[in-house]
């Protein structure tokens, strides 16, 4: 009896495994969502203000930090750190440029108007330290091989909601 069920413990997760993406896959298909709304011509609407910048904030996101150039988003325990380096057009290499480690996904996106790059390291079992960027915006988050096509998705169409608010200068003061 133990056979039977040692052979049907192994027939699960050989069909497990081969029902799952390989890291290359996943991050391929998440390439593919970022390459999509980096070359789609549709402006994704803000429905968030920050201190100097309108973005889009999915509903179920919550802001947990902000300052002038970072919030700290969360949804159901993940975090979700999006950066913003107003000084940085979206052709801008800036962020890029610092990357140190090619880790296990390193791919760039190139239009005439922006640079963007999708890169990921391993973090542990299943985990994935996932960035992504256009020119001096940039978001990352850690995620699983599962989830990394739908959150990579959601954090290019943040950055590409991303609207510098016009400082006002010169004003009439009364």
């Not at 413990?9 to 998440?30: I, R, Y």
């Not at 750190?81 to 791919?107: C, H, K, M, T």
């Amino acid at each position: 009896m133990s056979y039977i069920k040692a052979l049907l413990l192994m027939l699960t997760v050989a069909v497990v495994a081969a029902c799952s993406p390989s890291a290359e896959e996943a991050f391929s298909q998440a390439e593919s969502e970022v390459r999509s709304v980096v070359l789609s011509s549709e402006e994704i609407e803000t429905n968030y203000s920050f201190d100097r910048f309108d973005a889009y904030k999915p509903d179920d996101f919550q802001v947990t930090d902000a300052n002038p150039h970072n919030v700290v988003f969360n949804d159901g325990g993940q975090p979700y750190v999006l950066f913003v380096n107003e000084f940085e057009a979206p052709n801008s290499q800036w962020f890029y440029n610092r990357i140190s480690d090619e880790g296990v996904y390193l791919r760039t996106i190139e239009t005439e108007d922006a640079f963007a790059y999708i890169h990921a390291i391993e973090h542990g079992d299943d985990q994935y330290e996932v960035h992504l960027g256009i020119g001096g915006i940039k978001m990352s988050t850690i995620t699983s091989l599962s989830q990394v096509e739908d959150d990579a998705k959601l954090m290019i169409e943040i950055i590409s909601s991303v609207e510098q608010i016009e400082e006002d200068e010169g004003e009439d003061e009364e």
